[in-house]
T-cell receptor, first 113, second 113 residues
Framework: SQQGEEDPQALSIQEGENATMNCSYKTSINNLQWYRQNSGRGLVHLILIRSNEREKHSGRLRVTLDTSKKSSSLLITASRAADTASYFCATDSTTDSWGKLQFGAGTQVVVTP | ETGVTQSPTHLIKTRGQQVTLRCSSQSGHNTVSWYQQALGQGPQFIFQYYREEENGRGNFPPRFSGLQFPNYSSELNVNALELDDSALYLC????????????FGSGTQLSVL
């Protein structure tokens, strides 16, 4: 079963617009990560936010975490066609779970030129 | 480029057969995890190997087994293939058990007919 649920399932925007996707999870976590996947290929790590952090930035990415609501959001600013991909949140929920991530079902983002 | 390679990229098998998938991790990465990703879903954790020993397992039956070798290569073996085993199989390596960031290969697409 999936630990996380991403919302929306799919998102279509134009270049230059911002893309926001949300992730909700069920159990307490140590950290939450976001990964990107192009066309059913391997996943690429984007950003990690720890349970004691509320917001983190990396380039055009902004991640927030609300542990009281068990939710996170990923914002991609000034989107580009190359941002077209599926985005997954992933959590680890025990102290000895490194590498044993639980993924959501993903948000499919399409950025049109 | 994550430095993690998987082979083969595509494979077609018949129900009841056995299959071996291979992964080559980044040099120095002593932890490898395997994930199964069904179409339209997020990856599901199969198991993790740390220094050639299994270090945790997800909700997969014993016919899913693995090996990790000292040269940073690893294998996923699946016996008695079932139709539902059709999926993208991803391996992911990390520097150590304490390293939360995973480096994924591009996956092996397995089709069971």
């Amino acid at each position: 079963s999936q630990q996380g649920e991403e919302d929306p399932q799919a998102l279509s925007i134009q270049e230059g617009e911002n893309a926001t996707m949300n992730c909700s999870y069920k159990t307490s976590i140590n950290n939450l990560q976001w990964y990107r996947q192009n066309s059913g290929r391997g996943l690429v790590h984007l950003i990690l936010i720890r349970s004691n952090e509320r917001e983190k930035h990396s380039g055009r990415l902004r991640v927030t975490l609300d542990t009281s609501k068990k939710s996170s959001s990923l914002l991609i600013t000034a989107s580009r066609a190359a941002d077209t991909a599926s985005y997954f949140c992933a959590t680890d929920s025990t102290t000895d779970s490194w590498g044993k991530l639980q993924f959501g079902a993903g948000t499919q983002v399409v950025v049109t030129p | 480029e994550t430095g993690v390679t998987q082979s083969p990229t595509h494979l077609i098998k018949t129900r009841g057969q056995q299959v071996t998938l291979r992964c080559s991790s980044q040099s120095g990465h002593n932890t490898v995890s395997w994930y199964q990703q069904a179409l339209g879903q997020g990856p599901q954790f199969i198991f993790q190997y740390y220094r050639e020993e299994e270090n945790g397992r997800g909700n997969f039956p014993p016919r899913f087994s693995g090996l990790q070798f000292p040269n940073y290569s690893s294998e996923l073996n699946v016996n008695a293939l079932e139709l539902d085993d059709s999926a993208l199989y991803l391996c992911a390596s990390s520097l150590d058990r304490t390293d939360e960031k995973l480096f994924f290969g591009s996956g092996t697409q397995l089709s069971v007919l």
